[in-house]
């Protein structure tokens, strides 16, 4: 009998979601351990192999299962490693779809988790039918999928797509980012990256903000919207801040593969016109004359948690 | 009869070389003419198809060729034209394809001219056997022919690969690009950012340098290596400075598609390791850990003007 199904992972700095899919791209059950509590990978396999038994005996146990497509921050697609991952418990190189396959005993193949976003766009989302655009995640970190001529670029080692980690500020002021890089994008349009700023536009207007009443150390991403849409300046600044230096380096990444689109996906979406208006704005004053107007920046319409899944898990039936 | 030769052109914002190429790849002539002369595009193509003729007579006439492969600023591989080249006289959309077809009387296929370069590298040059590298020409501005898979990347549009329009330069200083942008790459690494560059270190240097004995406003980055080469420090200085911006950006386009090689191209190659150390130096601190030591930086092993033509040429045999 053809095995019906497949486990998708979308491993995630903080969270690591895995569901079970069919052949016609449903998510028919989903479970989730959290990525930093285990600082040993044989124990984060462990956990993950048992709260995946909870969901996989219900459908009929392993054997009704083809494989596992696994997204997760430097997953290589060639060598099925994770390599030096920067937000992750694990350093060094981790050999996360050998141990994942001799411990559910089915293959297991390994993307970037934003490339697997992207995989997941192109074939249920935003991206249907489109042959080339970029899929940025805003998350914990700051990932990226590139898709040129229908296909996602792995480049000569299996690592292309980290446009987090482009230059966006040079100054001797830059924040210094996880990888050790200064200036990096992920460092101002992470989550964590939108909390700093957060902290230092609060620290030093002397404007009234409903954000001063929060704990200064604590910002979210969601309390910004909140008191964005309670007509907060301050909280303005901030998503335009952001959002400004966003557009400049779309801008950048027009100028290298000239998309039909650039996709949002993760956590700061959910600001929508607050984060999308200044990244629009300055990404067409930023872009040269032959691509203004035409290179759509959008949301992606997938659930949030589904995209990644979706996408990892069409490498298992690859 | 099989027709023999194809037709490579090399359109540069200062010279358009033209070259008559056989299927082995040999230039079996060539001439040129100067692009800024002629403000209608009419009297440029009309000028080439004269001095193209007094190559052509010789090996047989027109009908001895199967078409014309055209590198040229801003062309596009898909609809033929050349559009908004902020380096030509020629503003607006012109339709090259066809205005040489028409006057030739061949097919005539046109892609920008670092792609056409790229081609050239890929087929007969220092990137043989590579999937996946990006090609760098410094010359009178700074192109960009990137190749993914074993394909040049065109983009949704035809017009992707313009890394020389990537900003190096945030600050309210930063230099204004020949397309209206600021601070991009091109107004810092091409012959005349270099010239820019050296005219600025020298007014305000108090350092002595042989360079201050030439008339600044012509300096070129010839000048800048002979005051190197005789032990100049200010020259030396230009160097580290233009390629330590260079460098900066290749570790952007690293994180963009993961290439195994950068190859570099045009006049400024000639200074050799003045510009390759710093170069190499500063993409290597800047890359992400990952990448370091992994990505070469190599100068392009074709003759100047044949990389050119040859990958232009390349586009005719399609």
Redesign the interface.
């Known amino acids: 009998m053809e095995k019906p199904y497949v486990l998708g992972l979308d491993m995630g700095g903080t969270n690591s979601v895995l569901g079970i899919v069919d052949a016609r791209g449903h998510v028919l059950a989903r479970t989730s351990i959290k990525t930093q509590q285990y600082t040993d990978i044989n124990d984060y396999i462990a956990a993950l192999y048992d709260e995946a038994m909870k969901i996989i005996e219900p459908v009929g146990g392993i054997e009704m299962f083809r494989g596992i497509g696994a997204g997760a921050p ?1 997953g290589n697609y060639y060598s099925g490693n994770i ?2 991952a920067p937000n992750l418990p694990w350093k060094g190189i981790v050999p996360f779809a050998r141990l994942m396959s001799e411990k559910f005993g089915i293959p297991c193949h390994v993307t970037n988790d934003a490339n697997a976003a992207a995989m997941g766009e192109m074939v249920y989302g935003a991206a249907k039918g489109m ?2 655009f970029i899929m940025i995640t805003l998350g914990t970190g700051v990932g990226s999928g ?1 898709v ?2 229908g ?1 996602v ?11 987090g ?6 100054t001797p002021n830059a924040r210094i980012c996880g ?3 200064r200036g990096h994008l992920e460092c101002y349009a992470s989550a964590t990256g939108v909390a700093r700023t957060a902290k230092e536009i609060i620290s030093t207007t002397t404007k009234d903000t409903l954000l001063r009443k929060l704990d200064i150390d604590n910002i979210t991403s969601k309390d910004v919207f909140d008191a964005a849409e309670a007509g907060d300046e301050v909280a303005k600044e901030i998503f335009d801040y952001t959002g400004t230096l966003l557009g ?1 380096k779309f ?3 027009v ?6 689109a650039i996709i949002l996906f993760g956590g700061m979406t959910k600001s929508g016109h607050w984060i999308m208006d200044p990244v629009v704005k300055s990404m067409e004053e ?1 872009l ?4 203004r107007g ?1 290179v759509k920046v959008m949301f992606s319409d997938l659930k949030e948690a589904d995209a990644a899944v979706l996408g990892a898990s069409a490498l298992a039936w690859e």
Not at 153 to 163: N, R
Not at 165 to 170: E, G, L, S
Not at 288 to 291: E, V
């Open positions: 430097n390599e030096m042959k080339n590139i040129i001529d296909k670029v792995y480049g000569h080692d299996g690592f292309a797509g980290e446009l980690h482009t230059v966006i500020d040079r990888c050790g890089g400049e801008a950048d990444f100028t290298f593969s000239a998309p039909e930023h040269m004359p032959l691509w035409k």
